[in-house]
């Protein structure tokens, strides 16, 4: 018994030992990203391998890690040694920018606010719409739930809640104190809110809870593809945000890696054509103009209000204004009277 | 040297007097592994909490601490952790009772079930509670049109999976006591004129009485700190279901270390002092039953 594991362990030594030399002349890359994107980055890492001529020898090796936006800027900020984060907003990068493994100005690097590929925010509603919802109003009805994960803790629910505001604020002609009621009233009208994007999807398709599901419009279309479009119909509304995912470098680790030009490689590889068309056929809206043409039938066109524009004026400051203490979100929650 | 002194200063009073050897040999060197190992695992990772609210300062700290929906949570967090210790404290004892006293086809197995939740991941427990008390489910729905009673997403959920995740200590902390009390001690009481529930009381329940203490403080204990099951279950609406250290969550979700801490810090606190406290209650149960003896 004590010879066979013995035996065993020199094995594994043995393995280790001689896989070193190998693994130490392959590049890997870690890519640590948010959590729908799983599917795509299988697939555009697959595609850049194949296009890198370091691909073919087999010495190319890209890892990644899915988790909360705000959970994975924190691994990167306590040690976890990315090459390049994707995150699901910029916010997310800031924080790591402020610990200084990045430049402030990173999202100048890259074109189209340094996001490859967008998205938007939509209701996902149950076969047929029973409830007749085509808009944000129709959300505050006193006989609708409304299923949306904690902007707390939730990076896609921040683009929920700011969506929402941007429309109470244009539907009360700018009138803030307004739109902080219709986001109030909007939130009085829901039952559960996850701590993430997926656990509020599994809590309106699995456990039936709600009449319509806010949702990244990936993630909306992905829930129509495998559960099957008998069950859920997308709401498109009249005004939502464009939400941008931002991709950085990360400068400290790719120099410390000695990794820069891979990953600078791989991040400017998300906006070639190729790249772009897997984009679109996950259902992100692709920044390069051509490719969205041809997908055009796939998003339909909607008024999108940005993060940058002056209702919010970047994510800092919206940061601050609405999910920081004693923000905007925190009000709704307050007991009355205080 | 530096070792004989350890002990020396440890022993506390008997560094004063002569050193006199214990029966056991082996104290200096017992007690300093065992304050090294502690303080390695337990209090060096423990004291860097409220270092880190520090940041904070003395008014920063309260107003994060006092937040009327931290507080909401505490009282929520503690309360769903007492009831569920005191559901598992009557309904452990009775399995532990029965696992112990009776013989019947499967009681290996229904022994080997009471461990599960100890190794199931906590997250899977949530999602299996909240799929069968869900609307949708087997029972929640049920429930709901019979009695008009939510579990999932409301508070009761929380305290039903607490229930589930404390289940073993109980039965586990009270099983070998039970087996190891003698049943000629009731058959005395019988003897000696007892009526049953005399005997439940007087004879088995002081007997035990110290381990279920036990279980029920490491129930409680872990019911407080538990995470994975309850936000699944929870519905997590601030004021109403919103546990302790989901707050701690979010608060770290917006990089704030150190309001995290602080909130930390108060939880610790808090958790330390009721478990002095049924620490005391044990003791106290003990050196009650050796004078009456």
């Given at each position: 018994m004590l010879s066979k594991k013995r035996s065993l362990f020199a094995a594994l030594v043995a393995a280790i030992v001689l896989?070193?030399?190998?693994?130490?002349?392959?590049?890997?890359?870690?890519?640590?990203?948010?959590?729908?994107?799983?599917?795509?980055?299988?697939?555009?890492?697959?595609?850049?391998?194949?296009?890198?001529?370091?691909?073919?020898?087999?010495?190319?090796?890209?890892?990644?890690?899915?988790?909360?936006?705000?959970?994975?800027?924190?691994?990167?900020?306590?040690g976890l040694d990315a090459d390049v984060v994707t995150l699901a907003l910029a916010?997310?990068?800031?924080?790591?920018?402020?610990?200084?493994?990045?430049?402030?100005?990173?999202?100048?690097?890259?074109?189209?606010?340094?996001?490859?590929?967008?998205?938007?925010?939509?209701?996902?509603?149950?076969?047929?719409?029973?409830?007749?919802?085509?808009?944000?109003?129709?959300?505050?009805?006193?006989?609708?739930?409304?299923?949306?994960p904690n902007p707390k803790t939730s990076g896609g629910a921040r683009w929920n809640y700011l969506a929402a505001w941007a429309y109470g604020l244009e539907k009360?002609?700018?009138?803030?104190?307004?739109?902080?009621?219709?986001v109030s009233r909007l939130f009085q009208r829901v039952p559960v809110l996850d701590t993430g994007a997926r656990g509020s999807t599994t809590t309106f398709v699995e456990?039936?809870?709600?009449?319509?599901?806010?949702?990244?419009?990936?993630?909306?279309?992905?829930?129509?593809?495998?559960?099957?479009?008998?069950k859920f119909d997308i709401v498109v509304p009249s005004l939502s945000i464009l939400a941008e995912p931002p991709v950085a470098v990360v400068d400290a680790n790719v120099d410390k890696k000695g990794t820069r030009d891979l990953a600078q490689a791989y991040l400017e590889f998300l906006y070639t054509p190729e790249a772009q068309e897997i984009?679109?056929?996950?259902?992100?809206?692709?920044?390069?103009?051509?490719?969205?043409?041809?997908?055009?039938?796939?998003?339909?066109?909607?008024?999108?209000?940005?993060?940058?524009?002056?209702?919010?004026?970047?994510?800092?400051?919206?940061q601050k204004r609405h999910f920081g203490d004693g923000g905007t979100f925190d009000q709704i929650y307050r007991p009355k009277g205080r | 040297m530096s070792l004989a002194f350890s002990s020396k200063v440890l022993s506390g009073r008997r560094?004063?007097?002569?050193?006199?050897?214990?029966?056991?040999?082996?104290?200096?060197?017992?007690?300093?592994?065992?304050?090294?190992?502690?303080?390695?695992?337990v209090l060096i990772p423990l004291t860097t909490l409220p270092l880190k609210t520090l940041e904070l300062g003395w008014g920063g700290f309260w107003s994060v601490v006092l937040d009327p929906r931290v507080v909401a949570s505490y009282k929520l967090s503690f309360g769903a952790a007492l009831a569920a210790a005191g559901v598992n404290a009557v309904f452990g004892l009775i399995v532990a009772w029965v696992l112990v006293r009776y013989t019947f086809p499967g009681r290996k197995l229904v022994d080997a079930l009471i461990d599960l939740p100890f190794a199931l991941p906590t997250a899977v427990a949530g999602i299996a509670l909240t799929a069968l008390y869900a609307r949708n489910g087997w029972l929640g729905g049920p429930l709901e049109t019979l009695f008009g009673l939510k579990v999932a997403f409301t508070p009761l959920g929380i305290v039903v999976a607490l229930i589930f995740i404390g289940t073993p200590f109980v039965v586990r902390s009270v099983q070998p006591v039970?087996?190891?009390?003698?049943?000629?001690?009731?058959?005395?009481?019988?003897?000696?004129?007892?009526?049953?529930?005399?005997?439940?009381?007087?004879?088995?329940?002081?007997?035990?009485?110290?381990?279920?203490?036990?279980g029920f403080a490491l129930a409680f204990a872990r019911g407080v700190g538990e995470y994975g099951s309850v936000v699944f279950i929870a519905g997590n609406m601030p004021m109403?279901?919103?546990?302790?250290?989901?707050?701690?969550?979010?608060?770290?979700?917006?990089?704030?270390y150190a309001g995290a801490a602080a909130i930390a810090t108060v939880m610790l606190g808090l958790s330390f002092v009721l478990l002095l406290i049924i620490n005391a209650l044990q003791a106290w149960q003990g050196h009650d039953k050796r004078r009456s003896a």
């Open positions: 896989q070193a030399p190998s693994l130490a002349q392959a590049q890997t890359l870690l890519n640590v990203s948010y959590d729908p994107t799983r599917e795509l980055y299988k697939a555009l890492n697959q595609a850049f391998i194949v296009q890198h001529p370091a691909g073919n020898e087999q010495k190319l090796n890209i890892r990644q890690s899915h988790g909360g936006s705000g959970k994975q800027a924190r691994s990167v900020i306590d916010y997310d990068i800031d924080a790591i920018a402020e610990r200084g493994l990045l430049p402030k100005d990173w999202q100048t690097r890259l074109p189209h606010n340094s996001s490859p590929y967008t998205s938007t925010i939509v209701f996902l509603v149950r076969k047929g719409n029973p409830r007749q919802l085509r808009d944000w109003d129709d959300l505050v009805r006193e006989d609708v739930e409304v299923i949306t009360n002609g700018g009138d803030e104190e307004k739109a902080k009621d219709f456990r039936g809870v709600g009449d319509v599901l806010l949702a990244w419009e990936n993630e909306a279309f992905l829930a129509l593809k495998e559960l099957g479009p008998d984009i679109a056929r996950n259902h992100y809206r692709p920044a390069d103009e051509e490719v969205a043409k041809r997908y055009a039938s796939q998003f339909p066109n909607v008024k999108l209000v940005r993060i940058d524009d002056s209702i919010f004026g970047g994510w800092q400051q919206a | 560094a004063t007097g002569r050193r006199r050897p214990g029966v056991l040999p082996g104290f200096g060197l017992g007690t300093g592994y065992a304050v090294f190992y502690l303080s390695l695992l039970l087996e190891d009390l003698e049943q000629e001690f009731e058959e005395a009481a019988a003897s000696l004129g007892a009526t049953r529930w005399a005997t439940v009381r007087r004879v088995i329940l002081p007997a035990i009485f110290p381990s279920l203490l036990t109403i279901s919103e546990i302790t250290p989901l707050l701690i969550l979010s608060r770290l979700e917006q990089y704030d």
